[in-house]
Structure formats: structure tokens, C-alpha cells
């Protein structure tokens, strides 16, 4: 017997090429040549809904199918269970109680799936909380479909495998809302620290850290970890468990309120959050973790750095990832040089930039041991600048973490071990780069032929970006859309409009500054300012817009970091209302507007008067998709044409020195 599908099971054009695994180009050509593609049900004109299973039928009768229908009944399904007051989140972990309950007593559910389904909703509960703690208040009205599908794909996928394909999709629709540090940073920080038989994230969020943990340390005891959203807590705990993982995973503020007071750990392994003003300045203020000094109100990240070293048993190691500015702002200094002094700091390692795709900045891993009773401090710090191996940062900092903890710590182009009395300066700069010779430039043939490379691989990704534009399609222009500006939308609360305090000065201070011509051009931010309360920061999801007409530009941010600089408002939106991307392209077609309009070049473009469509939130996401796929050709034709230019001088200079040579 198939997969139930629940009535109101409905997909989008995008799911329907998942299905089919193919562009949404030819789903609208199929829907334009085919006569009998299944009619919409329900959706608008611009982005509509199809029957789950008069799409299944159809794709099945054409021979097109290609994705498991049972894994998108299943989603869809779990979809269909979150309506209401009743969210997809709730769902997901209800979902997941009730494939631990599956994984424990497989054979009672067996006894019981036969069952009507009043039986089985009056049974779940009870049967679920016997072997888990960690269900929702209550299953979902829509259970029974739910279970049944579940236990389908589970034939099909295995327990674990089954939640980590709905955890995955899950995150997937929710990527701007969800924080996930990419694996091959997770995987550096557990070597660097590891291995270990227990191991506590106090940030823990998806779980990433505690996971990987258990897959690589193979004597693993312990995995403890705390997070301050229930929800991802309960998905953590739950994604753990099913791996077999002894992981015991709490909800809450670690800082505020610890959920392991007095336990210690072999590592604490963490990816904190940044530039936390809230973190509890005033209530910690004569907290015991403050070993190496009370953090500055400012500094969230030397809290959070404390409570790992608090957390960790003598000798044991704390990896942390870092902001940058956290190695040379003033108000930290006190506390990183008690860290050099008693010998806890062992390495600082700067990442290149990117490695954390949603950071505005290059991060770095910190990593300290908390001295045992006796020991000797220690005289010296590794420090390691990766920000020149994209690609093989990993195996870098690795490479001469293992060599320094060796005694074999000499130095290499990316690395070098520098001694504590150096670092006591007036600074206390903790920056790897600043004690690291600049390297030297490479032959001008090999640099030929890696700009050659990368600008190959640029253009063929740039290919694949203008091939998914054959997505938009020509259409009747439809004046019958009410519009609406970007003033009245704030003045609803459908989002906020906030400004930068009238002086910020640029090159004074640590704290990134995301500049005008940064958004402009899509790059890092170039400035740093001091500290101030009235900064703006920036955060996943705000769009950035340019005030000046003569700069037309917004951009959605894709990390938390930089403070808003001048010329320059943030509009953050309310994510169930109102779509960022789309909120975005509007945006800059008013910018654009404006800048036709201006007559002089001091002309300022008023976000508030921006005007913009009245659409559903799916409508919406549907146009903000087609927005960002202009936006990300803009972003692959500028990496283009720099790395175009990169070979041109390249070719000059080998040409005109004699490196370089036409072949034969």
C-alpha cells in the first residue's frame, strides 16, 4: 500500500522538478505543451499549487519521475501537519519522537499500525513518551497520515536516515533563519582538539560539533551540549539519538543559565554567537567562570570563551571560532593577556575568507587548555595564517598544529611560533598575520596558470548561472496588482526601517563596518570603527539599500557581522510576512528609478517612498527567487571579469619577463 497522500497535499513548480529532477524551465514547458498537465489548485498566477498526486500520476505516466515519490508524500505531508497554531518545527520533532519510539520498540508499532486511526491516535502519545521525553506538548491534529508515511519511508531509508531527510529539507526551507557551520571547519576544530572521550558544545544549534564527534572519535563517552532556541534543541537531541550518540542535549542560555554547573569535559568544541550585547554583562558580573578577567560588556566572545575553559577539566583543550576583531580590540586586552600569561592561549588560526560562507569577515580558531596543577606555563603561541589556502586550509592549520604540539613548531610560510613576551605589548594583538612574513609572490608561470584555472572554472560556473535565467519567461505585464511603498509596510510592522547614527568614523576602532562601496560592489567590509551603542549591526536576512542615487544597490546580508556605515539604511523584515529577496528587488528597482530621476550627484533615494507590489508570501518568495538569481549573475560576471583581468596582467608580465611563451 502506497503513502497516504492527505487531501490538501499540494506542490509548487519546484517540487515538481525535484521530483522529476529538472530545471523549473521544463515544468513550465511541460505545463505550456501538455494538454493534460494537472490544472492548478490552489496557489496564484505567479506561483501555483498542484495536486501531490495528479503530478505523481502524471510524471509516472510520462516516464519522468525520478525522485523517491515516497520521500515527497512524506514532506509533504509533514507540511500539511503545520497549520494552524501549529508549527512545521513541532512537527519535525513530533515526527522525530516518533521515529525513536519506531527505532525502540519497532514491533509494537507493528501491532499497532493495522489499527483504525482513532486507535492509533489515542495509543501515540503514551507509546511515544514511553520510550522518548523529547515529543512536543502533543502530536499534531493530522498524526495518523503522518505516522503511517513516516513508517513508509523508513522501509525504505532506515530510522536515521529517514529524520535526516526531513531535518535536511527542513533546513533547506528555513537557510536564512538556521546558522550551520560548514563541516570542513567543524572537522578542523575537532582535530585540533580531539580526540576526546567527552566532548560539550554550549551553542550547539543544529548539533553539528556533537555529531561529527561521534562519527570521529570512536571511544567517545559523552556529548553534552545546550541551545537557546527549544525547538532546535529538541531537533538536535533528536537527530543525536537516533545516531546512537550518548548525547544529552539541553535547552537554554549557556551564559545565563549553565545547564551543566560543576561537569567538566575532555573539549568544548563551539561556534559562539558574535557581537552579543545581551549576553548578561550585568548579571555575570562577579560570575567564577571570570577566571581571566571579567569580559568587557562589548566582548561576548571572551565570555563565551571563559565558559569553555570553565567547562573543561585540567588539560583539556577549548576550540572556539572567533571573530577577528576579538584579537586586537582594546577592551579585550586585559583578558588575552591573562590568557598568554598563565599559558591557556596554544594556537590562534586564521581561516580564509569564506570559509564560513555567511560571515562578513574571515573568522579564527582559538585554541587554549586550561593548565593542569604544576605545569609549567607555557612560553610560546602557534600562529597560523591560512587566508591563502581556500582549498586546503584544513590539512594546513592541521599540518602545523601536530608539528608544533610535536616540538617541531619551526614555522613555514603559513605558520610560526611566536613567544609570549613578544605578544605583551601595548596591543596584545593576537592577529596571525601581523607576525607572519608576507609570502612571497609565486613564479609568474604558476600564477599564470592558476588565474587560468580558476577563470575556467569561473566561466563554466557562470554558464550554469545563466542557465538557470531560462527559468523567467515572457508573460502579460498585469496592472491590476495594488501596490503598496516601503513607509507603509513599516508603519503595518511588516518590517523596520533603521539608519546608522550620524557619525561613524571609519578607520578608528575594530568593529567591521559595511561601507557604501561594499554593498555596491558586493564585497567584505573594507572599514572599522570604535564601539558604539548606537551602531546598527547587521544580521541574516536585512537588506542593505544605498541612500546615494547615484549608487543604486541592496543586498541581502547572508550572515550576522558588520555595523551599518554611512549612506547606507537597513530594512529587516518580518520572515512570515514579507520575503527579504523580494523585498530586496523592488528595492533596487526603485534605487535604479531614482538615479534616472537625480539631477545632481548628491540626490538621495528615499526608502520610504519605494514602491512595491501587495503579494501573498508565497508570491512573493516565488519573484524573490527570480530577484536573487539576477542578483547572483551580477555577483559570478564581477568574480568573472576580476579574475579576467588577473590573467590578462599575469600573461603581460610572464610575456614581458620571459616566462611565458607561446607553445608550439
Known sequence: MGVPVPHDATVTAADIARLAAVGRAAVSNWRRRHDDFPQ????????????????????????????????????????????????????LTFAGAFLLY???????????????????????????????????????????????????????????????????????????????????????????GGPARTVLDPACGTGAYLGMANDLFKDVEELLGQEIDDTTARMSAIQLALHGAPAEIHPG???????????????VATNPPFNDRGWGYEELTGDPRWEYGLPPRMESE?????????????????????PPAVANRRSGRRV????????????????????VPNMAVALAVWVLRRPSPGDTPADDVLMVDTSADSETFPKVALDAWRRYTKGKGDGTDASVVVRIIDLLDDEVDLTPARYLPQRSAPASKGSFTAAQDLLLTKTAELRETTAELSALTQAEARDDVPMTTIGELAKAGVLQILRPPPRVRIGEG???????????????????????????????????????????AARV??????????????????????????VAGWLLLGAQGARLRSSTSSARFDVRRARLPRLTLEEQTELGRAFRRLTDLESALRETYELGADVLRLGLEGLGAGTLRPSD
Do not use: C, N
Not at 588575552?336 to 570559509?355: D, H, K, N, T, Y
Not at 564585497?523 to 541574516?540: C, E, I, K, R
Open 510 to 552: 575594530d568593529v567591521p563596518v559595511l561601507t557604501l562601496e561594499d554593498v555596491a560592489l558586493g564585497g567584505a567590509p573594507a572599514g572599522t570603527a570604535a564601539p558604539d551603542a548606537d551602531h546598527v549591526p547587521t544580521t541574516a536576512g536585512d537588506i542593505v539599500v544605498s541612500l546615494a542615487a547615484r549608487h543604486p
Open 40 to 91: 492548478p489548485v490552489g496557489g496564484t498566477a505567479v506561483s501555483p499549487t498542484f495536486s501531490l498526486a495528479d503530478v505523481e500520476d502524471w510524471l509516472r505516466g510520462q516516464g519522468k519521475l525520478a525522485d523517491s515519490p515516497v520521500r515527497e508524500r512524506v514532506w509533504q505531508t509533514l507540511r500539511a501537519a503545520a497549520y494552524g497554531d501549529v508549527e512545521l518545527a513541532d512537527v
Open 336 to 355: 588575552r593577556s591573562e590568557l598568554l600569561r598563565r599559558g591557556a592561549l596554544r594556537a590562534v588560526i586564521g581561516l580564509p575568507s569564506g570559509a
Open 253 to 267: 542560555d549557556s551564559l545565563l543559565a549553565d545547564a551543566f554547573p560543576g561537569r567538566t569535559v575532555d573539549l
Open 302 to 322: 571572551l565570555a563565551w570563551l571563559q565558559h569553555g575553559l570553565a567547562h573543561v577539566r585540567p588539560g583539556g583543550t577549548v576550540v572556539i571560532l572567533m
Open 557 to 582: 546580508m547572508t550572515g550576522d557581522g558588520p555595523v551599518l556605515g554611512p549612506g547606507l539604511a537597513l530594512i529587516r523584515v518580518e520572515p512570515a510576512r514579507a520575503d527579504p529577496d523580494f
Open 102 to 192: 519506531l527505532r525502540a520498540d519497532p514491533g509494537h508499532w507493528r501491532g499497532l499500525a493495522p489499527a483504525p486511526d482513532e486507535k492509533i491516535a489515542a495509543a501515540l502519545p503514551g507509546a511515544v513518551r514511553a520510550h522518548t521525553d523529547l515529543m512536543p506538548d502533543g502530536p499534531p491534529p493530522d498524526a495518523v497520515p503522518l505516522v503511517r508515511a513516516l513508517s513508509q519511508l523508513v522501509d525504505e531509508l532506515g530510522v536515521a536516515e529517514t529524520f535526516e531527510f526531513l531535518r535536511t529539507r527542513y533546513l533547506e526551507h528555513h537557510s536564512r533563519r538556521v546558522y550551520l557551520t560548514p563541516e570542513p571547519v567543524v572537522r578542523l576544530m575537532l582535530g585540533l
